[in-house]
């Protein structure tokens, strides 16, 4: 017989996320979550997108919402399906994205009464002290009523100010409770910040002294919103802009003024740029070590700099300023626009376009390699030229995408920035193709390939439309060319003890019925006959790629 239901707490977080309109649930399955599953199941109002790690469900849910700009949920069970998503917390703490994390836990009575004691109940682990510090807050509810502020607060808390993740820890117990089906509901609070008049006349004044002014566009300016602000502060002020590698989709790259990826592995022409320019605005970037190089005083040499940052942490960090601005991206240029500014720099953009001509990307690498990533990176650029962006690994094939994809406009590039953690790519792509299912491109290398595969199954289950391209260079590539620099050339564990399988015959079996490995210029060509745009199913690319190919230019004194 079945059993009357009343409305459980796992019926109101179902309609709590329901009513928010996030694109979908990502999850793995367990004992512990299994209630909360079926309920957002009985209501019939949120996907639930089951995919084959408790990582790719985090990641998946960082994919969704960058791109739908809805706060992500991902669950799992107690103790190992709650630490599998550990890393995927990490990302979203260290890239700002806001993801809500329910984990299960076990009935509060088997919970353990002594901290002294390992375990108590199976299964139990203390997820919330493990996320603590990874998280903007960790909710570890002991009744109903403080389930309910849980998912209240920890909705509006992932989104307000510097946004990231928040991580909900519901006892099985808790989760069937009865309650009363009226629920308060509360509101995103938006304080809406001003920037302090004294700031902005000092900004004035550098700005007005300044004779080569140059923007470093971080990825705070997408996170507020604001790409069309920056886009009319560029065309009315003329000031050129570089990129980070966040910041890559939040400014338009078909502008003159555009001057290039900066960074470790920045293009030539963008680090020259910076190293030319004698005002840097750094706006929503953390300056961190990866876009100064480690010799800060290099990085700051001959310069005035103003940073924009919406965390006082991040201004007080390793860079000092000549003016901070704590402010979010949005606030900062509608202020900023209110200036009436116009610099003439095309003297100073044509002084970067000659060493951009001297020394093309496509020429860093050496001459003898069959396929070029340059050429490869610019061919996919223009052969999905109608998806929706690129979903972007780590590894060598990160930075050559970075460097050489060029977006165009409203196209988005998103990669696993602060924690830079492999396996990324494929479920943060399921994200995003569910939040918008249009044409979508995964680019990931041999490696990563390997620490995510099974997600490929998630992607033909579910007929995404996502292009999935392995740059397979046989190896771990960018630690490969670490130890080439730093080992003497001993390769443990990256091309030496390192194997893949056969990729066409693994995707085969995961459901990719369009397959093809490319390994000359002629086979890149043909591509175009395979392809259909816009990206409508799942297609499955892998290019081969010399393993002498490297990621350069690269700053002398970076690790890998
Ligand atoms: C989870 C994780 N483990 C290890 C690393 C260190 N790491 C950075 S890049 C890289 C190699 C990536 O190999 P592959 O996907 O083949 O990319 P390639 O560099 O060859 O383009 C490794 C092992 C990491 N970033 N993340
Ligand atoms: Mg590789």
């Keep these: ?46 996907p639930i997108i089951n995919v084959r790690h408790e990582q ?43 993801v809500v994390y329910i984990t299960g836990q076990v009935n509060q009575k088997e919970l353990r009464k002594n901290p002294n004691q390992r375990q108590n109940g199976f299964q139990e682990l203390d997820i919330c002290n493990m996320s603590r510090s990874i ?4 909710y570890n509810p002991k009744s109903a009523p403080e389930v309910l502020n849980a998912i209240n607060e920890g909705w509006s808390l992932c989104q307000e100010g510097r946004q990231g993740p928040v991580l909900i820890d519901i006892p099985i117990n808790l989760q069937q409770e009865q309650i009363e089906s009226d ?105 961190d070590v990866r876009q100064t190089g480690n010799d800060v005083s290099k990085f700051v ?17 390793r860079i000092s300023s000549d003016l901070a601005i704590k402010s979010d991206a949005s606030t900062f240029l509608e202020a900023a626009l209110a200036i009436e500014y116009k610099c003439d720099s095309s003297l100073f953009v044509s002084r970067i376009r000659e060493i951009e001509r001297s020394y093309p990307q496509e020429l860093e690498q050496q001459s003898n390699l069959i396929l070029n990533p ?24 990160q930075m050559w995408a970075a460097q050489s994809i060029r977006l165009k406009k409203g196209q988005r590039f998103l990669t696993s920035g602060g924690l830079g953690s492999m396996g990324f790519a494929l479920p943060a792509s399921i994200g995003a193709a569910v939040a918008n299912p249009s044409g979508w491109v995964a680019i990931l290398g041999d490696g990563c390939l390997q620490l995510s595969a099974a997600e490929l199954q998630t992607i033909t289950q579910y007929k995404l439309p996502i292009a999935v391209c392995v740059i397979n260079n046989g190896q771990h590539g ?34 990719f019925k369009k397959v093809a490995r490319i390994s000359t210029k002629e086979e890149l060509e043909e591509l175009r006959c395979l392809v259909k745009n816009p990206i409508d199913e799942p297609i499955f690319l892998e290019f081969i790629v010399d393993s002498q190919a490297k990621a350069l230019p690269k700053m002398s004194g970076n690790r890998e």
């Design 1 to 46: 017989m079945q059993k009357k239901r009343g409305y459980s707490l796992a019926d109101h977080i179902a309609k709590f996320i329901a009513e928010k309109n996030t694109p979908a649930v990502f999850q793995l399955s367990g004992g512990m979550i299994a209630f909360m599953i079926d309920a957002i199941a009985r209501l019939g109002k949120t």
């Design 56 to 98: 790719a469900a985090g990641f998946a849910a960082e994919g969704s919402a960058r791109i739908s700009r809805i706060p992500g949920f991902a669950m799992a069970t107690s103790g190992p399906g709650a630490t599998n998503l550990l890393t995927s917390i990490a990302s979203c703490y260290f890239d700002s994205i806001p």
């Design 135 to 138: 998280t903007k807050k960790v």
């Design 183 to 287: 629920f308060p509901l509360i509101s995103v609070s938006t304080i809406k910040s001003t920037i302090p008049l004294n700031e902005l006349s000092e900004f004035k004044d550098l700005l007005f002294s300044a004779k080569h002014p140059l923007l470093l566009i971080g990825g705070g300016v997408r996170l507020s919103n604001a790409t069309e602000l920056l886009s009319k502060f560029i065309s009315k002020t003329g000031i050129p802009y570089v990129s980070t590698l966040l910041g890559l989709d939040s400014v338009s790259q078909e502008n003159d003024n555009y001057l290039g990826f900066i960074g470790s592995y920045g293009n030539r022409w963008a680090n020259a740029a910076v190293q030319q320019s004698d005002l840097l605005i750094a706006i929503g970037s953390r300056l």
């Design 301 to 317: 040499a001959g310069k005035r700099i103003i940073r924009v940052d919406i965390d006082e942490h991040e201004l007080s960090g």
């Design 374 to 397: 340059t050429v490869i990176m610019r061919y996919l650029s223009s052969l999905f030229l109608e998806s929706s962006g690129y979903i972007v690994d780590v590894g060598q094939h």
């Design 478 to 511: 960018m630690v490969a060319q670490f130890q080439e620099e730093n080992m003497d050339g001993r390769l443990t564990g990256t091309r030496e003890g390192f194997s893949n399988p056969n990729f066409q015959e693994l995707a085969k079996a995961h459901g």
